[in-house]
């Protein structure tokens, strides 16, 4: 994309722009959070919505000039809906972090019970995690992982949510590799009375190109961000579904109340824009082939990696990430990152299930393949991929860093991003 009023206005960001450009076209981006959004969904965010403000919802806005945004905003929802089948979406969520705080807001009272995963087993920070405000104002319990399967450990989800009787249940992960049995959850939650919310934020794209299973019949509230599999703009959407609705009749009025004016002031409606664009481009069949193709892709890593004698935590993966341990490589997750991210391969260190090492110097690396599958890679550059990131862990010496920096720029070439 070109940006030549940037340049005159202040070449200083324009520089840093451009240098961001170049390294994205030259590394292979395998954190599983990250991706490429479309030249369209960078337009709409770059779009004169930026400059309106509108405080509250369609048709009930506390200024004036709000026409368009309302037209705007019900054109997201009304997509929304349909991607995800269900009958109510708050399109306004700043980031996924802000729309599970307003989940919080609308099933929960400042002290309440709240169970998700653990952090240490894959979970994320906001489905309780002590220095989280999930931990830190409400009584955060947590389910894990078996230690001898490395699988989900349902047994213990039920035994939780009966001893301690939360009053909302976080289905979803960061790091699990696995699918979720959101139909085993729902009959947890049913039976302790409790809110079940699927936080999709990483597999909402697999969800909606069908290669994965949705939450949507099974749980009251969904929420995901509008980047990483979804391929938009940083975002999020809140998400009612018709059990949801059944169980409360105004849980979706709780949370458009949680989220404005409970936690959020104007929404970012060039924001929303570019999440109505990236939805229309969800909706379409390239993208369910993409979505399947991250899957495969992802698998083929990890089979590779497999027989090459690096350990693939939680036993493979089902989705579009891998958690890799790399204990017996002799090197920390810190280490692996720094010297994949030399040799021009971008991963995240990233603490596995019962990880002896502390954060900052975990035993693995997290990677995933939906950014390299929207540059069009397929399953033989991820053999390849395998083969760059085993030379670079094994060897660890400058010469195979080099080496495999020139290789990767290459294959970069062949697949640029816009």
């Known amino acids: 994309m070109k940006y030549e009023n940037l340049k005159d206005q202040d070449v200083e960001v324009y520089n840093l722009s451009e240098k961001e450009r170049e390294r994205k076209e030259s590394n292979l981006d395998m954190i599983p959070s990250e991706n490429y959004a479309s030249k369209a969904v960078l337009e709409a965010l770059s779009s004169c919505f930026n400059d309106k403000y509108a405080e509250g919802y369609p048709g009930a806005r506390y200024y004036g000039g709000n026409q368009y945004v309302d037209q705007l905003e019900i054109l997201c929802q009304e997509r929304a809906k349909k991607l995800f089948s269900v009958p109510f979406v708050n399109v306004q969520g700043y980031s996924g972090s802000p729309a599970n705080h307003a989940v919080y807001m609308a099933t929960l009272s400042a002290g309440d019970k709240v169970m998700g995963m653990d952090l240490r087993a894959g979970g994320h920070l906001t489905h309780g995690w002590k220095v989280n405000f999930s931990g830190k104002y409400y009584d955060s319990v947590f389910y894990g992982i078996n230690k001898e399967t490395e699988l989900l450990d349902y047994e213990e989800v039920r035994r939780v949510a009966e001893k301690e009787k939360p009053k909302l249940i976080f289905m979803g992960a960061t790091s699990y590799s696995r699918k979720i049995d959101f139909k085993y959850f729902k009959e947890v939650a049913d039976d302790v009375g409790a809110y079940l919310c699927a936080d999709i934020s990483h597999i909402s794209g697999l969800v909606v190109s069908g290669a994965h299973e949705s939450p949507v019949p099974y749980a009251d509230i969904v929420t995901t961000t509008t980047h990483k599999t979804l391929r938009g703009p940083r975002g999020a959407l809140i998400m009612v579904t018709e059990e949801g609705l059944k169980k409360d009749k105004d849980l979706g009025e709780k949370i458009n109340k949680a989220v404005f004016p409970g936690l959020q002031g104007g929404p ?78 971008i991963v995240n260190k990233n603490s596995i299930p019962f990880d002896t090492n502390p954060p900052a110097t975990p035993s693995g690396v997290r990677m995933g393949t939906p950014a390299l599958t929207t540059r069009g890679m397929k399953e033989e550059e991820m053999k390849q991929v395998a083969s760059l990131i085993v030379d670079v862990i094994e060897k660890k010496d400058d010469e195979t860093v080099t080496k495999t920096r020139e290789v990767v720029r290459n294959l970069c070439s062949k697949f640029p991003i816009y």
């Open 268 to 345: 970012h409606e060039h924001q929303v824009a570019a999440i109505a664009v990236c939805l229309k481009e969800a909706s379409s069949e390239s993208f369910s082939e993409y979505g399947k193709q991250v899957v495969k892709n992802c698998k083929v890593l990890a089979e590779e990696l497999g027989q090459k004698g690096f350990r693939i935590v939680f036993n493979g993966t089902e989705n579009h990430l891998l958690l890799i341990d790399l204990t017996s490589k002799g090197v920390s997750g810190k280490e692996g990152q720094e010297l994949l991210e030399r040799a021009g391969i």
